[in-house]
């Protein structure tokens, strides 16, 4: 397809490998400060183990409570970020699931498979907020009037 809305689009592998990286990096820096918050007010201890947790979510517990939290306001950052990395709404669920598929192979890496629903059912809430709320944004953006500025557009006056 030659001319997309903003012009032409031309793939650059190399460009999209940054993006991603960029998406990931912004993910796990919101995470892990969120989380440090959290835990700071909860007087919790701050433990890199609450990132790649892929044990049982109680729904119960204040720890996992504070994972939850975490998750679901660091997907309104990453809806964010994808505004400012990806800058394209048909875009955003391609971003927002690998960021969440490489977070899922670092958690197997750290601690086997996920067990228990409740973790699985957190990502995929997570997954639905950021990329509904990233399509928001550039749809949002996507949708602003472009100014026209010239002598010809200069419309009389009655």
């Known amino acids: 397809m030659e001319g997309v809305y903003f012009g032409r689009y031309f793939f650059d592998p190399k460009l999209i490998c940054y993006k991603i990286l960029l ?11 969120i989380i440090w918050i959290l835990d700071f007010n909860s007087k919790h201890r701050v433990s890199l183990s609450q990132i790649f947790r892929c044990t049982q979510l109680s729904l119960y517990s204040q720890s996992s409570q504070i994972i939850w939290i975490s998750h679901l306001i660091n997907a309104f950052i990453g809806g964010v970020a994808l505004l400012l990395i ?3 709404a048909r875009k955003c669920l391609d971003y927002t699931f690998t960021a969440y598929f490489i977070h899922f192979i670092l958690c197997y890496m750290n601690c086997g498979l996920p067990d ?3 973790i699985w059912l957190c990502w995929l809430v997570s997954i639905v907020v950021m990329t509904t709320f990233g399509e928001h944004l550039c ?3 996507e949708m602003k009037e472009i100014p026209l500025h010239g002598s010809y557009m200069k419309i009389p006056e009655s």
């Not at 998406?23 to 400060?33: K, W």
């Open 139 to 141: 749809i949002k953006r």
């Open 23 to 33: 998406t990931q990096c912004i993910f796990y820096l919101g995470l892990s400060c």
């Open 116 to 118: 228990g629903w409740e």
């Open 86 to 88: 990806v800058e394209r």
